[in-house]
């Protein structure tokens, strides 16, 4: 069954993406900044509002996905007290000054989560060496990774995300500028469980015909 996964850049989004049906949402703060950690005060009324499956976005800044000390303590510190409150799994990445996969410091987080599901994110895309990175975050024991195949959109990127599919037991999420009138044609060309939209229209609140119009494209895939 094909899923629809909706990141939320605030509570108001979130609310309407529970509402429209979204099968999991990925909880974030800060659309300008393409996502960072929510407060655990927003987290905390979703999670009563809401009962499917939240994955939150762990990400103390916006920028580059390489991180001080201080920085990964925080990191740490988010995932343990979103744990408590109710999260379902996590999204984050961390990468070196050279565009590797960051071993020690995703180890660290990933220990942090007490085996949550945890979705490596779009740093992927800024790996210099995807096929090593495919193994090692195999190794590490992420569970997802979300990619647009190293594109701007899903749809261009195609290409990408099915070579990834074809080298990894990890689950390859299908993300960028994915929309309603686009998403019946990336299905047709990449198979995966669960596709990756905001369901912004404009502005950066999800709309909710959006979000319905994307789940009546899965169900006719």
């Known amino acids: 069954m094909k899923k629809l996964e909706i990141a939320c850049f605030n509570l108001s989004s979130a609310k309407i993406a529970a509402q429209a049906g979204a099968d999991r949402i990925e909880f974030c703060a800060d659309y300008s900044l393409g996502g960072i950690t ?10 009563a509002f809401y009962s499917g499956p939240i994955y939150v976005m762990i990400r103390p800044r916006g920028g580059n996905f390489v991180y001080t000390d201080t920085e990964l303590r925080q990191m740490q510190d988010d995932i343990t007290a979103l744990g408590k409150l109710g999260a379902d799994g996590f999204v984050f990445g961390a990468l070196t000054a050279d565009g590797q996969v960051d071993l020690v410091a995703n180890a660290q987080l990933l220990a942090a989560t007490a085996g949550l599901t945890c979705t490596f994110h779009r740093a992927f895309d800024s790996c210099i060496n995807q ?16 990619s647009s195949g190293r594109m701007k959109t899903a749809l261009e990127g195609i290409e990408n995300l099915r070579s ?6 990890l689950n390859i999420i299908a993300g960028g500028r994915i929309r309603s009138n686009t998403i019946g044609t990336l299905v047709k060309q990449f198979d995966t469980e669960f596709y990756h939209s905001s369901g912004i229209i404009s502005g950066d609140i999800a709309d909710s015909t959006e979000i319905t119009a994307l789940k009546k494209a899965l169900e006719l895939c």
């Open 164 to 169: 990834a599919q074809k080298n990894t037991k």
């Open 131 to 146: 096929h090593e990175a495919l193994s090692q975050l195999e190794s590490l024991g992420f569970n997802n990774i979300l």
């Open 38 to 47: 929510p407060s655990k005060t927003d987290f905390s009324e979703l999670r």
